[in-house]
């Protein structure tokens, strides 16, 4: 591969080339690693299912469990309604955590400018690195032999002019895929695939989006962006353009941990109050256990909460101290999360998020 200095070009203009790395299965694929002997058997992980009777959701399965129709989200009472013989692993954050940033320790090297973006994937802006698509293919399946060598893991990986392509493209061949859209051909790659597949666009507005006629992604490319614009807002405006397959968002680097959030989204939306205050007490435990592994306290604590129709709130407050104790997390956020909690209205998403973070290095030297 010919090595430039200077950003490809496309008579004079210069062209954006981007990739979207994702881990396969990641958390289950880890643990098949950790436990070899369960490798090629159904692996779930998440809460314990405790024979039926456990509270709590999948947080994700491997390829052999989702054959039974495991999914990422789901009650883990169903998960064992459907598959009672699975493995059942409890989620070891801290261990792929590590892993995770082995992987992108990796992946920043090959990128002009780098972006993670959740605990499995990150988008490369790798412009300069490459002559054109053929040489990003080149360049992702180093990527990829280099992640396989090092951490024994798979992962697929989108090319696109663009952050957007590059994230449909990296979930066209699942598992182990290298999926190449070059800017020509945008349109007719994204015009079949089912509208959901756009971010952001949820089971509401595609049944929205549906209830017009609306099923594929060509379906929204073709359709009058005014009367879009009348339906939808600003929204509907920016559903068109993603539709045609244009997104000038840059590949952000982010240099400072500001922040640490979990969230789930329920497999199916609930008004099951119980099931919401226990998700959200997992979710404080999870994203507190990142907290004391990084050696941080935290001084403001936010819930987010997503109703079935997408409306979001979140809400925060900030203690008068730093700390790193889970009561302190768990109760704010149970008091934080109460006024959103209203008997007519599903629950499509809840989140916690810690921030003001300070570093036991910086505490230190504060002390
Ligand atoms: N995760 C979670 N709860 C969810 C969704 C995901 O805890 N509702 C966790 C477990 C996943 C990891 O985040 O392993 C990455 O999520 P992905 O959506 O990328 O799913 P996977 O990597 O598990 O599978 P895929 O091969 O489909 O990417
Ligand atoms: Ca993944
Ligand atoms: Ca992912």
């Given at each position: 591969m010919r090595k430039r200095d200077q950003r490809t070009e496309c008579e004079g203009q210069s062209i954006r080339i981007i990739f979207h790395v994702d881990m396969d299965y990641f958390f289950a694929a880890v643990e098949e690693n950790e436990h070899?002997?369960?490798?090629?058997k159904p692996i779930v992980v998440g809460a314990n299912p405790k024979e039926g009777k456990g509270r709590g959701v999948v947080s994700t399965s491997n390829y052999e469990a989702r054959e039974f129709g495991i999914r990422s989200g789901m009650p883990i009472s169903r998960a064992w309604q459907r598959c009672p013989h699975a493995v059942y692993l409890p989620v070891d954050y801290k261990l792929y955590t590590e892993v995770s940033s082995r992987i992108m320790k990796i992946l920043r090297r090959y990128a002009d400018k780098f972006e993670q973006w959740g605990i499995d994937e990150a988008f490369l802006d790798v412009s300069s690195k490459v002559e054109d698509y053929e040489d990003a293919r080149e360049l992702a399946q180093e990527i990829k032999t280099e992640i396989y060598r090092n951490e024994k893991l798979t992962c697929s990986v989108g090319i696109g002019p663009n952050k957007l392509v590059a994230k449909i493209a990296s979930d066209f061949?699942?598992?182990n895929g290298l999926t190449v859209v070059e800017e020509k051909d945008v349109e007719a790659f994204l015009a079949?695939?089912?509208?959901?597949?756009?971010?952001?666009?949820?089971k509401k507005t595609t049944r929205r989006l549906n209830a017009l006629g609306i099923e594929t992604i060509g379906d929204l490319a073709n359709y009058d962006p005014s009367m879009l614009a009348e339906k939808f807002g600003v929204w509907g405006g920016q559903m068109y353009l993603s539709a045609h397959g244009i997104d000038h968002s840059e590949v952000q680097e982010r240099w400072e941990i500001k922040s640490m959030s979990r969230d789930t989204t329920f497999d199916e939306d609930t008004s099951d109050v119980d099931f919401i205050l226990e998700t959200l007490d997992a979710l404080a435990e999870t994203v507190h256990k990142q907290l004391v592994e990084s050696n941080f306290t935290c001084k403001t604590v936010t819930v987010k909460m997503r109703y079935e129709n997408f409306e979001t709130h979140t809400h925060g407050r900030t203690l008068p101290f730093q700390t790193n104790r889970l009561e302190d997390v768990q109760k704010t956020a149970r008091e934080l999360i109460h006024e959103f909690l209203r008997g007519d209205r599903k629950v499509r998403l809840v989140g916690v998020k810690l921030s003001n973070l300070v570093s036991g290095e910086k505490q230190k030297r504060l002390l």
């Open positions: 070899p002997e369960h490798k090629g061949e699942k598992p079949p695939l089912p509208v959901n597949k756009l971010l952001y666009v949820g």
